[in-house]
């Protein structure tokens, strides 16, 4: 298989199957796993292993950052990144001669989709990749054929660490909170992830408030909310989420869909 990436700058030719794959993307490693191809998986970040239980492939690289010859010591025949905050980590690979291909930090659940179609093709698990789509497109239409009505307004913020961002209308966790039954607050906003206006929050009046944060830095949601005066302002509900698979707002694994139930569960009467 021959792919080109113009981003890198690199024409590769693949083996039909590779048989060392280092994916340096928990929701690709969930993917690779759930197509079948995790005996091929031959390196990974430490985050994948949230995703995958009893995952035994080596940690070769952290999310952004890498020695060259900890990945080329597993000898991969592809290395897997995305196209976002990656991108920098990527393109040195790829200039050490690594065969490295990129997905795109997906804007909806369709995206999330395409990058799992476009993993089937890189793994030769085509036919596996469209029957894992057509069992995620399913259990979304039921999400949506069974969301509340009016839907509940919902502010979501993110925690990356110390950073402070809020999901847009080009994220999917946009989708995945509306999969939920959710409506976001922000979902008409022509952006993926933003630093929040925290003033307009208490205007929009949300009646949930969703606080995602990591173990590194974690965040007491419920002070949160009372810190800023909001459990005054406006009462919302608060629900934290966490790494913890299937209560994670920004993993794009195919666990994005056992999230969204759990948030239904949580919002649900």
């Known amino acids: 298989m021959k792919i080109t990436s113009p981003l890198l700058g690199t024409a590769l030719e693949l083996p039909a199957r590779p ?33 995958v239980p009893g995952l035994a492939a080596p940690v070769v690289a952290d999310y952004v ?20 905050v990656q991108l920098p980590l990527a393109r040195r690979l790829a200039a050490a001669g690594l065969p490295v291909a990129l997905l795109p930090v997906p804007q909806s659940r369709f995206g999330i989709l395409e990058n799992t179609v476009a993993l089937g093709a890189l793994c030769g698990r085509l036919a596996e990749a469209r029957s894992l789509c057509d069992a995620l497109e399913r259990a979304c239409a039921d999400l949506v054929a069974s969301a509340p009505a009016p839907r509940p307004r919902a502010y979501a913020e993110l925690w990356f660490g110390r950073h402070l961002r809020r999901p847009g209308g080009r994220a999917f966790v946009h989708d995945l909170l509306w999969l939920a039954g959710l409506d976001p607050v922000h979902g008409a906003r022509p952006d993926a992830y933003a630093p929040p206006e925290l003033d307009e929050v208490p205007r929009l009046a949300p009646e949930w408030v969703i606080v995602f944060s990591e173990p590194e830095h974690p965040i007491d949601a419920r002070a949160l909310v009372r810190e800023r005066g909001w459990d005054r302002a406006f009462a919302p509900r608060v629900l934290a989420s966490s790494t913890d698979r299937g209560r994670n707002l920004i993993h794009d694994g195919p666990s994005f869909v056992e ?3 759990w948030l239904r569960g949580a919002i649900s009467p």
């Open 259 to 261: 999230t969204a139930r």
């Open 19 to 51: 048989a060392r794959i280092v994916s340096l993307v928990s929701s690709a490693t969930e993917t690779l796993f759930a197509l079948g191809a995790g005996d091929a998986v031959a390196g990974v970040t430490p985050y994948c292993a949230r995703y």
């Open 65 to 84: 950052s890498a020695e060259i010859e900890a990945v080329r010591a597993v000898a991969p025949e592809l290395v897997i990144a995305t196209d976002g």
